[in-house]
């Protein structure tokens, strides 16, 4: 029986596989504030179910998750844990780089934590250049928001932190990891009535033009959540999730 978690197979069985052509799926998340109804894990969680199940499908393998991201300005949010930005580079460095020794040649990393984005690049392009390697990165909640313009169901169809989107995944895949009862509607609000803030990273918008304006998380929201999850079904989870393995069913066999 094929085992498609990395850690499961034993050295002599890592010694027997077609290294070089072997995709190996890198599930990364965060443990950080996700709103008051959703556990801190739900990028973990849910980076690390969608390449389970895209493993199950293909010839992939889902290499050990990363649990603990770059999160450092939700610390004001208790439980939240963050790896300094240098720190985060240096451990999928040297994660990649054992890889690399044993023969591995094909990566792509899943990651459910936006903030990651950065410090994949930055590795990545040290790789290629450096090494006979194909990397790649798809980052969930991007490729959910995309694939939700074309989901009837939803009510909100554009991905929010904590929002429908995201706690109807869960409902869907970890439904007694998620309180509904602590659920509420929230949006990101700022005290500079000319800027439209989008996202607790900074990105707003002034006279309809993006930039950046850096604050304080708890600043922006108090509960964490920026958007609407009271209308979150494990339904339209279902739908959601399937749509994203689907995608990434065939993006493993093209790469």
Not at 81 to 110: A, C, D, N, P, W
Request: aromatic share 10%.
């Amino acid at each position: 029986m094929k085992r498609y978690q990395f850690a499961a197979n034993s050295w002599a069985e890592v010694d027997e596989m077609d290294r070089e052509n072997i995709i190996i799926l890198i599930p990364l998340g965060s443990t950080e504030q996700e709103g008051t109804h959703l556990p801190l894990g739900v990028d973990t969680y849910v980076a690390e179910a969608i390449a389970q199940a895209v493993a199950k499908k293909t010839d992939c393998l889902v290499g050990p998750t990363l649990p603990v991201g770059y999160s450092e300005w939700f610390c004001e949010f208790p439980g939240t844990m963050s790896l300094k930005l240098e720190t985060l580079i240096q451990v999928l460095r040297e994660y990649i780089s054992s890889l690399i020794l044993h023969g591995f040649k094909k990566y792509i990393f899943v990651n459910g934590h936006g903030a990651n984005s950065s410090a994949v690049d930055v590795i990545s392009r040290e790789f290629i250049m450096s090494h006979d390697v194909q990397i790649a990165m798809v980052e969930i909640w991007k490729i959910t928001n995309s694939l939700a313009k074309d989901i009837p169901e939803l009510k909100e169809n554009i991905f929010k932190h904590a929002g429908e989107l995201m706690t109807s995944m869960m409902l869907f895949l970890y439904p007694d990891l998620v309180n509904m009862k602590r659920a509420k509607v929230e949006y990101l609000k700022s005290n500079k009535s000319h800027f439209t803030v989008k996202s607790t990273l900074g990105l707003s918008e002034f006279k309809g033009m993006q930039m950046t304006l850096y604050d304080k998380a708890k600043r922006l929201t108090e509960s964490g959540i920026m958007g609407d999850p009271l209308s979150s079904t494990a339904e339209k989870g279902k739908i959601i999730v399937n749509a994203i393995t689907s995608y990434l069913i065939e993006m493993v066999t093209k790469f």
